[in-house]
């Protein structure tokens, strides 16, 4: 491919800043510019000459304007070949002349949605010549140039420049390939939002870091990062002040909003806090005030606490912020906070602060990549799986909560999984924990060392809940040890009837729910 001589240029933009400027030094190159609507209005009221689109087409605009570029001789004068023979007789025959350049903007659907307009306003601005154009250019760029945004209208005038008015092989190349990530990143948008409207879910995955928020870092300082929001106008939270978020921020921040969800779901009148290190949460607590939910969850484990994340799941008051007066975390997160506790966080610059309010969202999609490709899955659903108590022996006061808040620390914690919950001064709370651990008895061994860590030596009243089945009796005879009596796991082993003879045997307690929370 070779450098290219730009002789007439189809120009049709939603948005016309800097268009003038850009068809000013067409111009000054001797290039043709066809034009519709608003955007030869605009060039025409500044001067510049402009070919009517109806004398390529050769019919008017109609229906509103849906009908005006899309013709038979539009598209022919992008697709033809130049150069190949049978080509250039036919568009000879038909009178198609060429059309070298398409700069086009499409239809402002991306700013309709972020003011949440009507269905009808949102259909309106779904975009079908501009779309079409812009592939069809993209898709000859051997010897068509395209432009789908205003961004690059400076670098298409320095390229104009250098070349003398001509275009290079390369930039046609990057041109069309930034157009099919501009077309498919717009379709993505379409759909996700007609999604949410027509069925109230989100599956469609499409990621380009091209129109993604380059964030502070990857896992690591040596690795770029991007966010991808799901819709155009989404963003995983208002960032009220703090440094800039890095991969690992956002990620602990998203598992702690989702553990505060569950916990939501569990007692929507209480307040939940959750802290989370590396992804676990190393403290969870519920309470009837924000500040106690706080300090058991942050008792959980004092040291981990250190530089977590820490997420609400209702409006954070002053007594709970000034909690946070001599210690170091790295995101607080919460749906409201009130203006005397944002009055204390602003004496901590550092800190990021979070406004995200909760929302539910059963269809929403997890996304991993492996080599060649991704691992696409619908997210676990809040644990509200009924207990099944299979042991002879069987709770003799029921606490619900209790069970249900430790199903929900066992499915946010990395499998293998252990929770040890309890009531302490009446509430319920995460006293232990171990996970992320290939073999489930080190899981256990490690939630009983952190209570005790923690101070905690009796567990006649803990509930120990794992995130899988137990596959031997050990995991049971060692938390027996210890002093625990109950506990909540899915069931479903081959040797589920060995593990119970020991429970019986034991005098223990034992509810299975049929459904695991591995969480890898």
């Not at 007594?319 to 203006?339: G, I």
């Not at 249900?404 to 946010?412: E, I, P, S």
């Amino acid at each position: 491919m070779t450098t290219s001589h730009i002789k007439r240029a189809l120009i049709s933009v939603s948005d016309k800043t800097g268009v003038v400027d850009l068809a000013l030094k067409l111009k000054g190159f001797g290039v043709e510019i066809i034009s519709s609507g608003g955007t030869r209005k605009v060039l025409e009221e500044n001067g510049i000459e402009v070919t009517p689109i109806e004398d390529i087409t050769g019919n008017p605009e109609a229906f509103g304007g849906r009908m005006k570029t899309l013709s038979f001789q539009v598209l022919s004068s992008l697709l033809f070949r130049r150069g190949h023979n049978g080509d250039e007789q036919t568009a000879k025959a038909l009178g198609i002349v060429p059309i070298d350049l398409v700069v086009c903007h499409l239809y402002p659907f991306q700013e309709v949605l972020k003011k949440q307009g009507p269905l009808d306003e949102l259909i309106e601005n779904i975009d079908i010549g501009g779309p079409t154009m812009l592939r069809a250019a993209a898709k000859n760029f051997i010897s068509v140039t395209v432009c789908p945004d205003p961004k690059y209208y400076s670098e298409l005038k320095d390229v104009l420049d250098t070349n003398n008015g001509q275009v290079s092989a390369d930039f046609r190349q990057i041109m069309a390939l930034r157009t099919f990530r501009h077309c498919a990143s717009y379709d993505a948008m379409i759909t996700a939002e007609l999604e949410k409207r027509f069925q109230d879910t989100h599956r469609s995955v499409f990621i380009s870091t091209q129109d993604s928020e380059q964030i502070r870092y990857g896992e690591n300082p040596q690795q770029n990062a991007w966010f991808h929001a799901s819709r155009a106008d989404d963003k995983f939270g208002e960032v009220l002040q703090g440094k800039a978020m890095s991969y690992n921020n956002l990620w602990d921040a998203d598992q702690a909003f989702r553990c505060a969800r569950d916990l939501l779901s569990l007692e929507p009148e209480k307040f939940g806090c959750v802290v989370v290190k590396h992804a676990n949460p190393c403290g969870l607590g519920l309470a009837n005030e924000s500040i106690n939910s706080l300090t058991d969850a942050w008792a959980s484990d004092p040291i981990s606490s250190f530089g977590s994340i820490i997420c609400f799941t209702k409006e954070v008051d002053e007594q709970t912020a000034l909690f946070f007066k001599d210690k170091f975390v790295e995101v607080v997160m919460a749906p409201t906070f009130t203006p005397a506790a944002l009055n204390v966080f602003s004496k901590k610059k550092n800190l990021r602060l979070i406004r995200k309010a909760f929302h539910e969202n059963p269809d929403e999609v997890m996304i991993r990549s492996v080599d060649k490709g991704f691992l696409i899955q619908d997210e676990d659903p809040f644990p509200g799986e009924e207990l099944d108590w299979v042991s002879e022996i069987r709770p003799t006061q029921k606490d619900d909560e209790l069970w249900r808040f430790g199903l929900v620390a066992g499915k946010h914690l990395r499998s293998n999984a252990i929770a040890l919950v309890k009531r302490v001064e009446g509430r319920v709370r995460l006293i232990g924990a171990g996970m992320g651990n290939p073999n489930r008895v080190v899981s256990v061994k490690q939630a009983f060392e952190k209570a005790q860590e923690e101070g905690h030596s009796d567990f006649k009243e803990a509930v120990l809940v794992s995130d899988a089945f137990f596959p031997f009796d050990d995991n049971i005879k060692l938390a027996h040890s210890y002093g625990v009596e109950t506990f909540i796991q899915p069931g479903g082993s081959l040797r589920d009837p060995d593990v119970l003879k020991t429970v019986k045997e034991l005098g223990l307690k034992m509810a299975m729910t049929q459904t695991r929370h591995f969480r890898h």
